[in-house]
Nanobody
């Protein structure tokens, strides 16, 4: 069982930056692919970025060039650095994990483990 806890959300002005962290409870973190998803009010949960155990990375087109995902397996932490934030980035951001043998997926139902979410609000 992998338990995930997100932190780092908050309120920021457009153009600003935030860094989200996803901490895991067990050493199995190094054996999972980690994804970040977000859900705005009234919208479906959508893919943001993902990083495999071997540091393969994918981004949604909407965040490419502005967001950076990374991981530190020794610290059992994944980070989503968000720069040049826009009001449309406002959402609850979720960290998720799946078995690394399954690779990266942009489909939320492919992720077995989820954090509780952290709110990101970008004001215009």
């Amino acid at each position: 069982q992998v338990q995930l806890v997100e932190s780092g959300g908050g309120l920021v002005q457009a153009g600003g930056s935030l860094s989200l962290s996803c901490s895991a409870s067990e050493a199995t973190f190094s054996r999972v692919t980690v994804g970040w998803f977000r859900q705005a009010p009234g919208k479906e949960r959508e893919f943001v970025a993902a990083i495999s155990w071997s540091a393969g990375i994918e981004y949604a087109d909407s965040v490419k060039g502005r967001f950076t995902i990374s991981r530190d397996n020794a610290k059992m932490t994944a980070t989503l650095q968000m720069n040049s934030l826009k009001p449309e980035d406002t959402a609850v951001y979720y960290c998720a994990a799946r078995d690394r043998r399954l690779g990266i997926s942009r489909y939320r139902y492919d992720y077995k483990y989820w954090g509780q979410g952290t709110q990101v609000t970008v004001s215009s």
